[in-house]
Structure formats: structure tokens, C-alpha cells
């Protein structure tokens, strides 16, 4: 699994 | 994008339009809290900022240009349009009490110890508690409108909906975010009190009263 933000959620 | 995250975005767009309405309609921001109010307008630019490095989508950039516009329209409501019927007597909240916290928490957790990173983090934590201001005065009056209630239903219902989101996107690309799911379970938990009333009480066509 990849961790971090996905930066495309709002 | 999948349902549950497509419905928790609409419920967000949906509680700002309620809002605009409550306050147009009625012509007063009676029973709103301007510090809440002015948290949300800091929670969207710490975190929208990757306006000017980023681009995800049309979607993505439409959607954090109506969050940053509306907030600042609805503070410029409240502060120069319909100031009369804001009562700051009853909007207390110590906000550095959240402000604080939250730096402290966005510096020691982020994804990348750079400006954008620790800033996007300082974003998710305050969005986590900056209801509170608005729960405690709802607290202090025991009881509010019903399109009050239905704006904070709206809201509290975005950030749930993110929930099963995250789960969502975990079993299909294998995407986990720590600090977004720790922090959206925290203000989800916030509305539980309030979501409790507005089910039992709103939603049998009662009026929101809290117990005294």
C-alpha cells in the first residue's frame, strides 16, 4: 500500500 | 472518485448553498459563528494554495475555487452586510486554542517537511475541530434554527462520507492517508452529539432543542 495524500481529494 | 467521495463533495457543496440561503433568506446570520466561519476560510487556503503548483482536475480546481470564494463571501456577509444580526456575545471560543494545537500537530505530522506539505497538514487538523466554535454556541443557546441544523447535518455528512471513501480507495489502489483518516474520524466524532439530535429530534419535525 502506498501511504500519503492523495492531493485529489477536496 | 467513487460514490461515497462524489456524495461527500456534494453534501460539502450542498451545506454552503443551505448556508447562503439561511442567511439571504432570513437576512441575518443569527445562531452562525463567525469564528467557525472564519477557520473554514484559513482551512481552504492553507490547503488550496496548490492551486499554482498542482493541477489534478477541472473538477478539483472549480471545486477549491467555490470553497475559497463562498467562505470569504460568507465572512464578508457577516461581517459588513448583515453585521447587526451577528452577536458576538455569544461567539467565544478561544480559536488560538485550536490554532495552536494544530501547527504543533501539522509539524510533526506530515507526509514531507516542506511549506505546502506541513501546511496542506495544518489544513486537515484545523478542518478536524473548526466546528467547535459553532458547537459550543450552539451548546450556550440550546437550540437553533432548522436550517441551521440542516446546514451542520450537511457538513457533519461530508466529512462521514469521506469515510468510507478512504476505505474505498484502501481495497482498490492500495492508497492510505493517515492523517486525513485520523483527523476526518476526529471531526466526524464531533457531530455525533449534534447528529443524534438532528435524527431524533429535526427529523420527527421537532425543533432542536438541546436538553438543559
Known amino acids: ?10 | 472518485m467513487n460514490i461515497f467521495r462524489f456524495l461527500g463533495d456534494l453534501s460539502h457543496l450542498a451545506s454552503i448553498f443551505i448556508l447562503l440561503h439561511k442567511i439571504q433568506t432570513t437576512r441575518s446570520c443569527r445562531g452562525i459563528s463567525f469564528r467557525t466561519q472564519a477557520l473554514y476560510v484559513v482551512v481552504f487556503i492553507a490547503r488550496y494554495l496548490d492551486l499554482f503548483f498542482r493541477y489534478v482536475s477541472l473538477y478539483n480546481s472549480a471545486m477549491k475555487l467555490f470553497f475559497i470564494a463562498s467562505s470569504c463571501y460568507i465572512l464578508y456577509l457577516m461581517k459588513i452586510r448583515y453585521r447587526p444580526t451577528h452577536d458576538p456575545s455569544i461567539d467565544t471560543f478561544r480559536v488560538e486554542y485550536l490554532l495552536a494545537p494544530c501547527l504543533i500537530l501539522a509539524l510533526i505530522f506530515n507526509y514531507k517537511f516542506n511549506f505546502a506539505e506541513v501546511l496542506w497538514s495544518f489544513s486537515i487538523w484545523l478542518e478536524a475541530v473548526a466546528i467547535l466554535p459553532q458547537l459550543f454556541m450552539l451548546q450556550r443557546t440550546g437550540e437553533a434554527e432548522n436550517i441551521t441544523t440542516h446546514y451542520l447535518a450537511a457538513l457533519g455528512a461530508y466529512r462521514a462520507l469521506y469515510i468510507p471513501n478512504w476505505i474505498y480507495r484502501y481495497f482498490t489502489e492500495g492508497l492510505v492517508d493517515p492523517i486525513a483518516v485520523t483527523a476526518g474520524i476526529v471531526q466526524t466524532g464531533l457531530y455525533l452529539d449534534f447528529f443524534y439530535v438532528y435524527f431524533t429530534k429535526v427529523l420527527q419535525g421537532q425543533k432542536f432543542e438541546l436538553p438543559a
Open chain 1, 1 to 10: 500500500a502506498s501511504e500519503g495524500p492523495s492531493h485529489d481529494e477536496l
